[in-house]
């Protein structure tokens, strides 16, 4: 049986349901924890997540310290709580962490880290990597103009948010809650990093942080979407 004999309408129920469990949840039931192997495969999700060149220009950062965690209460107003009066994500996830973005430092076409990844990640012989370097420079000095360190941080965060969301949709499809957080404070989250956690922040900028655990409660509230005719046009 090949891949594609496998998606019956049986998984396709799956994976809607998966899509309907999952919503951004507020409070996390703080006694419930994720067992290691269903996070392990969260994190797997991450890893084999599609970047742009195959870049891979992010990283994770899981953190379960409670004092460290707290280093981010005051000015993450997304996770703090402040809005269900309670501990928030920060206080109550089993699994909450930050996934960082690359900077122009490493993702600049022809960066010594690029000729490192290309030649000890992606396994490329040489001819192919000229073939990378020409062709990823003239992607970011023309096709989509990005050059300065803000546009390469903020093209390498969409990869992060590509890799939030295939985390996200993992842990639904086991029946694990989640929550994207972008409610916090850029450059305090970024001092923070780089004072308390060692991250050069030359090459790393904070993206988007993440909450996982079992809810405390059901949603206040039934899922609102835009119609599919809203939504998608076909041509
Ligand atoms: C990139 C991103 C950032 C978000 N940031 C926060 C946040 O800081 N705190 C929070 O409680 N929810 C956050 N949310 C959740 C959204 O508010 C939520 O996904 C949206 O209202 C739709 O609701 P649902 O996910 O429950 O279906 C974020 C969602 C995304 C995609």
């Known amino acids: 049986m090949n891949a594609i004999t496998k998606i019956t309408p049986d998984i396709q129920t799956q ?27 969260i994190l797997e999700a991450a890893r084999l997540s599609p970047t742009s060149f195959g870049h891979e220009p992010f990283k994770v950062l899981v953190i379960q310290t409670p004092e460290k965690r707290e280093l981010f209460r005051e000015y993450s107003w997304g996770a703090n709580g402040m809005m269900s009066g309670s501990t928030g994500q920060l206080g109550t996830a089993s699994h909450f962490g930050i996934i960082l973005a690359s900077t122009a ?5 022809g960066s010594d880290y690029l000729q490192d990844h290309y030649r000890n990640v992606k396994n490329l012989p040489d001819e192919v990597i000229e ?11 023309t096709d989509h103009d990005i050059t300065t360190d803000r546009q ?4 390498a965060g969409k990869q992060a948010y590509i890799v ?3 985390m996200m949709t993992a842990g639904a499809l086991m029946g694990i809650d989640s929550c994207p ?3 916090f404070d850029m450059a305090r989250t ?5 004072d308390h956690f060692g991250v ?12 996982f655990g079992y809810r405390a409660k059901d949603p206040e509230f039934p899922k609102t979407r835009r119609t599919m005719a809203q939504t998608v046009s076909w041509f």
């Open 15 to 41: 994976i809607i349901e998966a899509f309907n469990f999952r919503h951004a949840t507020k409070v996390f039931d703080a006694e419930r924890k994720i067992d290691a192997a269903a996070f392990q495969t």
């Open 105 to 109: 430092q490493t993702m600049t076409a």
């Open 131 to 141: 073939i990378f370097n020409g062709a990823y420079g003239k992607f970011q000095a």
């Open 152 to 155: 390469i941080s903020d093209w």
């Open 164 to 166: 939030l969301a295939n």
């Open 181 to 183: 957080i972008e409610g």
């Open 190 to 194: 970024t001092e923070t990093l780089r």
């Open 200 to 211: 050069d922040t030359a090459s790393w900028k904070p993206a988007v942080m993440f909450a």
